[in-house]
């Protein structure tokens, strides 16, 4: 399936994010043609950027790329539930569908916490499809943080 | 009051945004020692960048410039209720306070909608304080939306 192959390439980010001592999150921004217009990992430690979380570069990469703020229509493939910063950005950004692997009951935002697409102010809620890869995704942070400890 | 100062500076960065065509909403950031560290105004058209927020702007920029990507101890001034993008990078960051202005009921992620601190799943909530210099915040934003109708 399709949104397999997507998701399998935001885990492959994800892995990469892991390998540079990121938490291991991946993402991938597909286009209206079914194109990858961008694929990142988390760089929060690397570029010292607390807002550098996957799915922020994915979409920054995008708009630039297509010289929009608004990514209309596009689809968003990532390891892990969005936090808030991030679905509030996939809003912000008008992302047609946001699929998501693991859930994150301490730190994700859509399903859990400020749930930011629940509210009568979300200006543009994604449809949402959750669980893609979500075995994998979760085996690779429980992976890191083990080794953390 | 030093406070008045800096959200002073903060409506400064507003209207040089509104001057821009861009949302007039301006951002100081302010470090342990009472230094500016990052100013700036919303850049979202100018970058085609929809997290491009003032917020985001001098948090990124500030994290950049420390080398670290919290920025525990160190204060934001906002000339408007942050959104949930924003709120969830403040936390993140781990900033110390936060002073905005006007209130945002459309989309603000503070006092309203996804209230992104008042959640158990919160890992940091900064001191908030609202109100400062919100007539001047508030006017700035009605006459931007006026001119554009």
Redesign the interface.
């Known amino acids: 399936m399709r949104f397999g192959s997507f998701m399998d390439r935001a885990l492959e980010e994800a892995r990469g994010a892991g390998a540079r001592g990121e938490v291991p999150v991946g993402a991938v921004l597909v286009g209206r043609e079914g194109d990858v217009i961008a694929a990142a990992g988390n760089r ?2 690397e ?6 979380h996957a799915e ?1 570069l994915v ?2 990469a995008a ?2 790329r ?6 209309t229509g596009c689809d968003l493939y990532v390891t892990l539930e969005p ?7 996939i809003a ?2 008008r992302i047609g569908r946001l699929y998501y692997g693991a859930a994150d ?5 859509v399903a ?5 697409f629940s ?5 543009h809620v994604p449809e949402v499809y959750d669980g893609i890869g979500a075995g994998e995704a979760a085996d690779l942070l429980r992976a890191f943080f083990a080794d953390r400890r």
């Open positions: 929060t430690r570029q010292s950027d607390p807002t550098a922020m979409i920054r708009a630039k297509l010289g929009s703020e608004r990514l936090c808030a910063m991030c679905a509030a950005a912000a950004a009951p301490k730190s994700g935002g859990h916490g400020a749930r930011v509210h009568p102010q979300a200006h």
